[in-house]
């Protein structure tokens, strides 16, 4: 079974430009997770989608962050326009309807940010 | 809402010996407390849980301890070996919200040869 594949892992861009990640959850995992991880602290959540709905966005930036799940199933997490601080790993993860405690972690993209 | 805060932010020990982390919560509805391993450049994997109607739960070398009173578990790795070297997080998820956990800033292990 495939694990959770992100791309691209990593990316380096300018301030002010815009940036895109992907994230190809596992099969048949209904809920999938986007973590923003900063050196030497853990994940932090921007939003968590049940199938196509998000059902928790609460900590993501909206002025400048959006995420979609169109079809419940890949999702892609947007940044417009990067800023300094944006530079960081970020981390997608699912889990299975039956267990959603459960989470399985991508391996990530690490943004750097100029 | 939940707070994780998580003990030591470094720690190092000899090969062999045991290593403990520990972390507290503050929200007393978190039934789910999973720890998560992170090699360098890879990506965080589950190694144990426990959920908080026991106290205690063991798989090979690695245990956890639980302990819902004083809000607070427990890593336990004995006869560690250079491998263990990463950094490893706790997390604690909400009865009522399933699925969104909170986690900790991570404890970053060496294991000296």
């Known amino acids: 079974e495939a694990g959770v594949v992100q791309s691209p892992r990593y990316k380096i861009i300018e301030k002010k430009q815009p940036v895109a990640f992907w994230c190809n959850p596992i099969s048949g995992h209904n809920t999938l997770y986007w973590y923003l991880q900063n050196l030497g602290q853990g994940p932090e959540l921007l939003i968590r989608?049940?199938?196509?709905?998000?059902?928790?966005d609460s900590q993501l930036p909206k002025d400048r962050f959006s995420a979609e799940r169109l079809k419940g199933v890949d999702s892609t997490l947007k940044i417009q326009p990067a800023e300094l601080g944006d530079s960081a790993v970020y981390l997608c993860?699912?889990?299975?309807?039956?267990?959603?405690?459960?989470?399985?972690f991508g391996a990530g993209t690490r943004l750097s940010v100029l | 809402g939940e707070n994780v805060e998580q003990h030591p932010s470094t720690l190092s020990v000899q090969e062999g010996d045991s290593a403990v982390i520990k972390c507290t919560y503050s929200d007393s509805a978190s039934n789910y407390f999973p720890w998560y391993k992170q090699e360098l450049g890879k990506r965080p994997q589950l190694i144990i849980d426990?959920?908080?109607?026991?106290g205690e739960k063991k798989d090979q070398r690695i245990a956890v301890t639980l302990n819902k009173t004083a809000k607070h578990f427990s890593l336990h790795i004995t006869e560690t070996q250079p491998e263990d070297s990463a950094v490893y997080f706790c997390?604690?998820?909400?009865?009522?919200?399933?699925?969104?956990?909170?986690f900790g800033d991570g404890t970053t292990l060496t294991v000296k040869p």
């Open positions: 997390a604690a998820s909400m009865r009522t919200n399933a699925g969104k956990s909170t």
């Open positions: 993860a699912s889990s299975s309807r039956d267990n959603k405690n459960i989470q399985y």
């Open positions: 426990i959920r908080s109607n026991v």
């Open positions: 989608y049940e199938n196509e709905e998000a059902v928790d």
